[in-house]
DNA sequence: CCATGTGAATACATTCACAGCA
DNA sequence: TGCTGTGAATGTATTCACATGG
């Protein structure tokens, strides 16, 4: 029974994106229904554990057959929220706001960047993909005119405290830090990190 | 104690890179010695969580005075066997590829690009940073002649487990993977994986 | 029968709180 | 005194195992 009153488990979360993944390439597979099991051995959680996570927000399967694929897409896509499409704001126009800006799976997946900016006047001004980067002197005016929740920082880590104050004072509550560098936000503000050597660091020590 | 015989949670490693990275920082803004109180207040864990994680390995404090940021930063390098360099190769030479190949924060925190490969023919041989090009045919000999044990996996989802594949066969043991999908490795091989839109997803959630 | 959904049991992770030492 | 290192207590997460219903 669906209880929306429930907190749900922040790790819960961080595992919806991945059934998600996961529906969307077996759905692009011509597939029309799957169980835990199946997923189990895609994702590589126990079966038990994603019946339960999915419990938390409804009964998406049917006893004796599993989950309807498009149907289990659709109710996570909104679960999350990733059932429209989140503009976001993408600062820092280096190699990687480059790779970012050139990425073509944030549309399919919920996201959409609507414009790039910079510190560095030798980039302003020049095309990006399809944006024209834009100084930083007008990221706020951009934040508040379309109303911009969502942002990637793809900055130095000497300047991504900077990037966030200013991000945060335009009305932006997540924030997908590519910076080497903890960020200090207010509690509401979401912050997810990637920080690849960090993974790799992780992984040598098993080496 | 430090006490190897006891087995360290995953989810410890997880955190000592962090920690690192926190020290490093501290380091180079000219600190000699710091607390479980102050690499809190920097990373958002509680003290006692950062003192009980460092004691699986050791004791590196001093009561009444606290860590001495060289000494622990040296002996984490050490447990994640970081103070050497780790070779990597980069599987996908295409806009991420190019960003990784530019990303100078690699060999400051023991990792380093020794070779680049591509499968579309028309990037194999062109010069990408300080490396040129190899099809994918010399990936195998290249791994074994030096050597390599980590590769990034840069390519589209659909190509990702064939990659993944022949780098396994090869002798690599750790996969940092930006392919937005699961790569099924055999138990030895350890995969960290990179996805951004997953991030994203977790936070919209909450907004 | 088969696979879900879920309480109960187990396993794991974090925090508490304080003895002990610089 | 101040801060570490750590058992004990608490809090979370995962797995078990089975009643339930298509």
Redesign the interface.
Known sequence: MSNSSHHVP?IV??R???Y???LT?LSSEGRRVTSSQELSE???FSSAQIRKDLSYFGEFGKQGTGYEIEYLEKSLRE????HHL?D?VLVGA???G???A??D??ES???RIVAVFDANPSKIGKQMAEWQVQPMEELDKTLRERNV??A?IAVPAGAAQAVADELVEGGV??L?NYA???LSVPPKV?V?H??????????????
């Open positions: 922040a979360i961080g919806l994106p991945l998600l993944r996961a390439q895609k994702l590589g679960i999350l929220q990733v989140w976001m280096g190699d990687l480059h790779a970012l050139n990425y799976g944030f997946r919920g996201f929740n969502v990637i509550r997540a997908l080497p560098t903890t979401k997810y990637i920080d690849p050597v960090a993974g790799l660091q992780s992984m040598t020590y098993y080496l």
